[in-house]
């Protein structure tokens, strides 16, 4: 439930065991989503992945890798629960976005009218909640469970202590991650809804989507048939991690689910099923403060502009749980991973790279041909070579033989890139440009920037 190292996560049909659904997707792709998810968990140290993809719109990956319990050693499948973190965050979001749709309440309803004592409450709106400008103060700061955390709590324990404080700022006026945010949200849609949060997410999102896995980890823990949660100090051996007690997970990161139910989600908000589109447009609005400043930051969601196309996104952690969640709406593309392991970037990595990959592929289906061509020209580059028949006369010029002996002074060192992948694309005077980025065996990485002119030659080919 903690920002950037350890955010509570942003984001049914069985599956076989593999869950590949590998005729789906190019078998060359089902490859590259391979080697990245196994790549990220050795070099992280992350015992198990679970990995969703969503394609024009339709599930069209799942698979689980590595190990989701040490011991006794058992391998990871795509049945298994991870628990999701602050993607429940989204959920609740979206299901007060539902009760605004049927004019049950407003984005702009101050907390007063639900929660009258809790600190300032009549200065305080639901969009405010939501988006982390209240000011209310995190319960949940820490990268770790501290002691008291250790005890059961009641979601009015909560408020008692950390919602009737003076504000860390005045409403608005800042953005600061806050977990109480949510706490305070959720007791609203129990008292609008007159039913617990978790029976009304059954009944008007998983049961709706399909979605069997969710549980309610205040409720349910995870059992011997998911996966287990681990932590670890510094590079030592992964142990198992103490879960939080009872009631500390309410409403900010209490859901835990399959990585193709999460991917459920995904594609239900790319299809607009549960949402309308003035409902879907509110979640993914970036909020501004008073003074006018934009957020990337919207309605439980991250956002940010990936080459033109909005990403809606969101990353973090429980105890022992790392996961990440990204949404390209208007590509029909998501992808989502659940990791098992405190404080591991392997969430991120894997749906970072996948990700762009995807949205590289869509946007530019031609990319295989330049990214062979790429590799080709940085191989012959180590050399101290080049196709001179692949360059405009620009870029011709550029390539001296002191620019063709230095490249093979520096490049050659590192030997075969052991990834080499178009990270983003677009078009510039009258040219296409591509973004690649190169990783090599000790640890160093370079990016490389090429413009192509419509015939196919080469205008740029910069390393740095």
């Known amino acids: 439930m903690r920002i950037i190292s350890r955010t509570i996560l942003l984001f049914a049909l069985v599956v076989p065991i593999s869950g590949s659904l590998a005729g789906q997707l190019p078998q060359a792709m089902?490859?590259?989503i391979d080697a990245i998810a196994n790549k990220a968990l050795?070099?992280?140290?992350?015992?198990?992945?679970?990995?969703?993809?969503?394609?024009?719109?339709?599930?069209a990956y799942v698979k689980a890798y590595g190990s989701?319990?040490?011991?006794?050693?058992?391998?990871?499948?795509?049945?298994?629960?991870?628990?999701?973190?602050?993607?429940?965050?989204?959920?609740?979001a979206g299901a007060l976005l539902e009760l605004v749709q049927e004019g049950k309440l407003s984005l702009d309803d101050r907390v007063g009218r639900y929660l009258p004592s809790l600190t300032r409450a009549s200065d305080i709106t639901l969009r405010q909640l939501l988006s982390h400008?209240?000011?209310?103060?995190?319960?949940?700061?820490?990268?770790?469970?501290?002691?008291?955390?250790?005890?059961?709590?009641?979601?009015?324990?909560?408020?008692?202590?950390?919602?009737?404080k003076p504000l860390d700022f005045d409403p608005g006026s800042?953005?600061?991650?806050?977990?109480?945010?949510?706490?305070?949200?959720?007791?609203?849609?129990?008292?609008?809804?007159?039913?617990?949060?978790?029976?009304?997410?059954?009944?008007?999102?998983?049961?709706?989507?399909?979605?069997?896995?969710?549980?309610?980890?205040?409720?349910?823990?995870?059992?011997?048939?998911?996966?287990?949660?681990?932590?670890?100090?510094?590079?030592?051996?992964?142990?198992?991690?103490?879960p939080e007690a009872q009631g500390w997970l309410y409403a900010a990161g209490e859901l835990a689910m399959t990585a193709r139910d999460l991917a459920v989600w995904d594609q239900s908000l790319i299809e607009g099923k549960l949402l309308k589109a003035t409902a879907l447009q509110e979640m993914m609005k970036p909020a501004r403060l008073k003074n006018g400043a934009p957020l990337n930051y919207a309605l439980g969601v991250g956002i940010s502009n990936a080459s033109g196309h909005p990403r809606l996104e969101h990353g973090g952690a429980v105890s022992g749980f790392v996961s990440a969640n990204a949404v390209w709406l208007d590509e029909g593309i998501a992808a989502v991973a659940l990791t098992n392991l405190d404080g591991s970037d392997a969430a991120r990595a894997i749906v970072n790279q996948i990700g762009a990959w995807l949205l590289a592929e869509?946007?530019?289906p031609r990319a295989a041909q330049p990214l062979e061509q790429a590799r080709q020209v940085f191989s012959d580059l180590q050399q101290g070579r080049i196709d001179r028949s692949l360059l405009t006369s620009d870029a011709d010029s550029y390539f001296t033989s002191q620019v063709l002996a230095d490249a093979?002074?520096?490049?050659?060192?590192?030997?075969?890139?052991?990834?080499?992948?178009?990270?983003?694309?677009?078009?510039?005077?009258?040219?296409?440009?591509?973004?690649?980025?190169?990783?090599?065996?000790?640890?160093?990485?370079?990016?490389?920037?090429?413009?192509?002119?419509?015939?196919?030659?080469?205008?740029?080919?910069?390393?740095?």
């Open 174 to 242: 800042e953005w600061q991650y806050s977990n109480t945010n949510y706490v305070v949200a959720g007791r609203i849609l129990e008292k609008v809804a007159g039913i617990p949060l978790m029976a009304f997410l059954e009944s008007r999102i998983f049961r709706p989507l399909g979605m069997q896995s969710p549980i309610d980890l205040d409720v349910h823990p995870l059992t011997s048939s998911d996966a287990a949660g681990y932590t670890r100090f510094g590079l030592g051996p992964p142990r198992a991690a103490p």
């Open 30 to 32: 089902v490859d590259r």
């Open 42 to 59: 050795a070099d992280t140290g992350a015992p198990s992945a679970s990995v969703a993809v969503v394609k024009d719109g339709k599930i």
């Open 408 to 464: 093979a002074a520096s490049l050659k060192p590192l030997g075969t890139p052991q990834s080499f992948e178009q990270t983003s694309f677009g078009l510039r005077g009258g040219m296409t440009y591509r973004n690649f980025r190169m990783g090599f065996a000790s640890g160093k990485s370079l990016h490389l920037s090429t413009f192509s002119t419509p015939d196919g030659k080469l205008a740029q080919y910069l390393i740095q």
């Open 133 to 164: 400008t209240s000011g209310y103060q995190d319960y949940y700061p820490l990268d770790y469970v501290a002691p008291f955390m250790l005890e059961p709590v009641t979601a009015e324990g909560i408020l008692d202590r950390w919602a009737k």
């Open 362 to 364: 869509k946007l530019d």
């Open 68 to 92: 989701a319990r040490l011991e006794p050693a058992t391998a990871a499948s795509p049945e298994m629960r991870y628990s999701i973190g602050s993607v429940s965050k989204q959920f609740l």
